[in-house]
């Protein structure tokens, strides 16, 4: 019986061995993928801050009146003013609606003790 015992015991360290030998190798090829898309995200912050700069360096106002005075001729375009823009008091408001309830249906007890129910 011993025996018996002590080869169950062996089988169930290897199995347990063979176990923790696949899980470790498995946790390092997931710290290995985390890693490589935590570079990822990083490179793309990266390039986001690069196109953010390029985006702020295009859009300079005096570069950009520089070229709507360039291209007057081209595109009509003209330099915007305060007085342009509309107030807030002049927002227009949606309609009132079209079919107001002219009858309406009273709904009061007294009524409904009025009428005979069959």
């Known amino acids: 019986m011993r025996a018996v015992l002590h ?3 062996t089988i169930a360290v290897i199995a347990l061995a063979f176990w923790a030998y696949r899980e470790n190798y498995a946790t390092q090829q997931a710290l290995s993928e985390a ?3 935590h570079a990822n995200i990083r490179a793309a912050h990266a390039r986001l801050a ?3 700069a390029e985006w702020a360096y295009q859009n300079r106002p005096d570069r950009l009146r520089d070229l709507a005075e360039i291209n007057f001729e081209r595109l009509g375009l003209l330099p ?3 007085d342009q823009f509309g107030q ?3 927002v227009p408001y ?3 609606p079209l079919l107001p309830i ?3 249906v009273d709904v009061s007890s007294a009524a409904a003790d009025d009428e005979d129910p069959l």
């Open 102 to 104: 002219t009858n309406p």
């Open 7 to 9: 080869i169950l015991t």
């Open 94 to 96: 949606p309609p009132a």
């Open 88 to 90: 807030v008091d002049e």
């Open 50 to 52: 690069v196109l953010k």
């Open 80 to 82: 915007l003013h305060p």
């Open 35 to 37: 890693d490589k898309l």
